[in-house]
């Protein structure tokens, strides 16, 4: 059972824009900084956002990152069918001094 | 541009000790700048955080691997290492090792994994 809660599924068509929730408490996203990550199946994470809101070099800027209180959302707009993967938040937890995940969600663009 | 590459069996037997190693090209393991790390994904399941370490040597464990976890570095070699002891069925994932930036600032912890390695499969089992 992960520290973070995401949907399991999101789903949009090509064009629109979707948002994927990560929920957390106040020893975690409450007081430090998330982190997003994109998974294609067989392949190694690639981070996507970083400090809540920061985009790595070469990630474009349909891709977001917001944190308020104890969430944070990834939000990508223009949806492609490429983006179709599982997307994974991550932060530190204060409490039991380790990092932790969410659960994932997997994107399907129909 | 830095590259991680784990080694190490693919197949462990129940109860023995899983054992792996990241080797670091393209940078050193004794930035300042980060810690490096191993994430693991059952098959079929999300990411779960394993362990990471700094070259000096300082390690942070997630607590339900604590006692079976050890995490070491070797600076000599740009490696650093992973041993899980007593493994079962439900150590069976893909292994991989990170780069990890961490750190406090503004008492916040800033907290991701920037290079990914490409993963290992360890099985267990007799």
């Known amino acids: 059972q992960s520290m973070l809660t995401q949907p399991p599924s999101v789903s949009a068509a090509p064009g629109q824009k979707i948002t994927i929730s990560c929920s957390g408490s106040?020893?975690?996203?409450?007081?430090?900084?998330v982190s997003w990550y994109q998974q294609f199946p067989g392949a190694a994470p690639k981070l996507l956002i970083y400090d809540n809101h920061k985009r790595p070099s070469g990630i474009p800027d349909r891709v977001s990152g917001s944190k308020s209180g104890t969430s944070a959302t990834l939000g990508i707009t223009g949806l492609q069918t490429g983006d179709e993967a599982d997307y994974y938040c991550a932060t530190w937890d204060s409490s039991l001094g380790a990092g932790v995940f969410g659960g994932g969600t997997k994107l399907t663009v129909l | 541009q830095l590259q991680l590459q784990e080694s190490g069996p693919g197949l462990v037997k129940p109860s023995e000790t899983l054992s792996l190693t990241c080797s670091v090209s393209?940078?050193?393991?004794?930035?300042?700048?980060?810690?490096w790390g191993w994430v693991r994904q059952p098959p079929g399941k999300g990411l779960e955080w394993i362990a990471s370490?700094?070259?000096?040597?300082?390690?942070y464990c997630t607590p339900s691997l604590k006692s079976r976890v050890t995490i070491s570095v070797d600076t000599s070699k740009n490696q650093f290492s992973l041993r899980l002891s007593s493994v079962t069925a439900a150590d069976t994932a893909v292994y991989s090792c990170?780069?990890?930036?961490?750190?406090?600032?503004?008492?916040?912890?800033?907290?991701?994994?920037?290079?990914w390695g490409k993963g290992t499969t360890v099985t267990v089992s007799s």
């Open positions: 370490i700094f070259y000096s040597g300082s390690t």
């Open positions: 106040s020893s975690n996203i409450g007081n430090n900084d």
């Open positions: 990170v780069r990890i930036r961490f750190g406090v600032l503004n008492d916040y912890y800033y907290y991701y994994m920037d290079v």
């Open positions: 393209g940078g050193s393991i004794t930035s300042s700048s980060y810690y």
